[in-house]
Structures are given as C-alpha cells and as structure tokens.
C-alpha cells in the first residue's frame, strides 16, 4: 500500500515538473524565440543574438531543473514532447516549418542522454555545466547534420563549414552564455544563503499544480498568438 502511494506521488511530481518546466519553456520559445527572429535582429546574423546560442542555454537551464525536481532523466524527454507538441500546434495551424518543434525534442533527447552519463547533483555546478556543454555539443551535432541531410548539394566543404559553424563557434558561444547565467545564479544563491532569505511560500506558488498546469496554457496561448 506504502509502495503504490509513494509511486502515484512520484509519478504525479513528474507530471507537475514537466507541466511546469515544459510550459515554462514554450513561453521562452514563444516570447525571445519571436524577439530573436524580428527581421531588424535576425537579418544582422549576429551569433551572439542568434537563436541558437541564446535560446539553447534557457532551454537546458529549465530542463535541469525539471530533472533536479524529479530526480529522472525520463522526465527530461517528457518536457521536450510538451514543447514540442506545443509548437506543432502552432505549426500545423499557421502552415509553418516543423523543424523547431523536431530540434526541441532532440534537445531534450541529448540532455536526458547526457544526464545519464554524468549524473549531476546540482544544476548550478561544474558536472551540472560538463553536462550542458555535452548535450549542447550533441544536439549541435545531429542538428548540423540533419541540416546537411536536407540540404539540395552535399560537399565536404559544407559539411565541414556547417560543423565550425554550429558545432564549434555556436557552441561555444552558448557555453559562455551558460557559464556567465550559472555564475550569476550561483551568487544569487550564495547570497541568499548569506541572507537566510526564505523562498518557501514562493516554491509552495511554483509547484502547486495549478501554476503548473498554467504555464503549458498560457505557453500554448502565447505560441498561437506570437506565431
């Protein structure tokens, strides 16, 4: 009786988490994903207000969390099918590209992937920043190639011109936005420490259920009207 009961309130804290990280994500998408491609932004090809390289660390800082809070890869992979889900609804109707929704899931793939090998205790940490940089680095991976694949002419200088793009200066970029956002939070936390501030009534706000299941709602709303 002990073991079903604490095994409904796992699963149900699964649930919550990827409500919660899941909505949260596809209003990232949604809001910055837009801002990032207004044409006076994405036409000046800047990698650092590039999709890529801000949008990746948000996305990965979120399901780091999900997994903190759940203590399971698998609930990673599930928060990446919300948001997915979430932006083919929003493809579908607006007769848009399917790709965004196909290179969340591989995000979440890489990160549940790259949690497995490494096992991080804390988000904000080295093993926490060894695992984004390695989910970060396969996603790019797969992503470039995928691209390639698709791609109407196939040289071994694309290949090789797509992989330093994306793979190495991409990447690299997103790593740095990566390191300075956990630094920051890191010190935020010190501080908060320091200071003995109390955050509970403000966690008992963030996982009740309710604000969960608000989030993967307003999240579809914002998606449909920002599309």
Not at 207 to 213: E, I, Q, R, T, V
Request: net charge positive.
């Amino acid at each position: 009786m002990e073991e079903t009961k604490n095994r409904k309130s796992e699963i149900l804290n699964i649930i919550f988490s990827v409500l919660l990280f899941g909505g949260l994500w596809g209003i990232v998408e949604a809001t910055l994903g837009s801002f990032l491609h207004l044409s006076f932004i994405h036409n000046t090809r800047l990698i650092f207000l590039s999709s890529t390289t801000v949008l990746v660390p948000f996305a990965y800082y979120l399901m780091g969390g999900c997994y903190k809070r759940t203590g399971k890869a698998r609930s990673v992979v599930y928060m990446g099918v919300l948001a997915s889900v979430i932006k083919v609804i929003g493809a579908l109707i607006f007769a848009s590209k399917l790709e965004p929704a196909l290179y969340m899931l591989i995000e979440s793939l890489t990160m549940a992937g790259a949690i497995l090998v490494i096992r991080p205790k804390k988000v904000v940490s080295f093993a926490g920043l060894a695992t984004f940089i390695l989910a970060s680095t396969t996603y790019l991976l797969a992503t470039t190639f995928y691209r390639i694949g698709t791609a109407t002419e196939i040289t071994g200088q694309i290949v090789l011109s797509n992989i330093e793009k994306y793979v190495f200066m991409y990447n690299c970029v997103a790593i740095l936005y990566a390191f300075a956002f956990g630094a920051i939070l890191y010190g935020f936390i010190k501080l908060a420490e320091a200071k003995q501030w109390d955050f509970s009534k403000v966690k008992q706000v963030i996982y009740h259920p309710a604000f969960a299941g608000s989030m993967t709602a307003i999240a579809l709303a914002v998606t449909l009207i920002l599309h």
